[in-house]
């Protein structure tokens, strides 16, 4: 009995132990494992997203990006206002704008630390990402500026200096388009003409049937050039022009350029990051700009200027035109610090991967989405207005132009330029007027174009709304000649 009684509680004790030891097993698994496995795993992923804060590649999954998100991405837009103008000003997210205001907060809770310590790596980090974009060979040939009108004075500059320092000679030329942008055409006319250059304006004709049409005026205009024994210096060509609007044929044109024996290749790609591919090593300029404010859903302002190594030989000095401590470091280093200022906008570029690779097929599936979009959208309103594409849909990345009915009497720049507030008030819709002269003894061309952008936020009820507006003017009569009558008419009876 005794002995029985013994051997039961010793029995009874070893289940107690055994059950005490299960239990820590089943604490141990259940709160320290993941512990030890998690905590050094979230530690390494916390360091690394830090670091690169971007997925490097687009999304392969079937969570990309909603209608309704990118409804909500543009929410600040105005409501009832049909944007068909992206290719002016651009547009920045609801997520883009939140980093940039995390990032001047960033700035004003340490501003001396952020600017002195911070900044600089953190621009390193934008230039990185771009020069991967755009497949330069090193990230020092990335600078990361402001605006094109930065980048063409960058350019420019340096050809004033070769004329001073007598590199070039009185008459040495730049060759351009006709439709080469405004402000661009002035940089060349303070920096190069001032200096003593000319300048080889080459027609930009319009309407266009295809690329051959520019390339043949193109290597026309060289051609006899060489044959009067003018120097041609540097050729400034747009990726995607402006109005009109056509995407050119650039390394065909760089590719001419070279074989001609022009020193120097400056493109103007505003247009061209987010609405065409771009590749440094194809295309083969020294130069190259785009900005990143219009496509590429940057805040304002930021843009880059690339420029090619082999090209920055070491006589060519370039250098930012705003002078600051950093001159003389290299441009990439002027650009970085061109004094005090909020340098915010630069800093975005990782929350721009981190938007554009929730579409599906990142930046490049946005490219097609926006081409196809324009494209079906500008047929559509030919077809209603029974007018014609300025260009065939292959010239045209995401903006194009559609010949208004004649009947708006659009006859000159002026017309265009009083019409487009007029859509814009009177039907809210935001799009962009060319007139477009007709060629010499030409009658009865299209001398009106409506320019439409379409970007990820345009639904299909914007460009009703234009054909709309556009029908609306046709039936009330309205002339532009008319308007101006009117608007004269009103200044005289008012006495101004
Ligand atoms: C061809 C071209 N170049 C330059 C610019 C603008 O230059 P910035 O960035 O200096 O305003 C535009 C703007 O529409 C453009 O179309």
New binding site residues.
Partial sequence: MTGNAGSSTQENHFRQRLRVMAEKIVIFCRYYVPLIVLLPYRTLQFFYQIKTQVPIEPKHSSSFITDSEIQSEFAHHAPGVAMMNN??FGCCPASVISALHQWQLKMFRQPSHFLLNELKNRILESRTIIKDHINAEDVDEVSIVD????AAAIVLQQTAWAFAEGKFNKGDAVIMFSCT?G??KNSIEAYFSRAGGSVIEVPFNFPLNSNEEIISEFRKALEREKGNGRRVRLAVI?H???VPTVVMPVKQLVKICRDEGVEQVFI?A??AVGSVDVDMQEIGADFYAS?LY?WFFCPP?V?FLYCRKSATHSDLELHHPIVSHRYGKGLAEESFWVGTRDYSPYLVLPSVMEFVNRFEGGLKGIIKRNHDAVVEMGKMLAEAWGTNLGCPPDMCASMIMVGLPACLGISSDDDATKLRPHLCDKFGVEVRIHYQAPKDGEVGSTTGYVRICHQIYNKVDDYYKLRDAVNQLVRDGFTCALEVCICSAFIQFIGL
């Fill in positions: 290719g002016s605006n094109i009108s930065t942008y402000a661009v747009d995607v022009t402006c103007d505003a247009h900005t219009k302002v843009s």
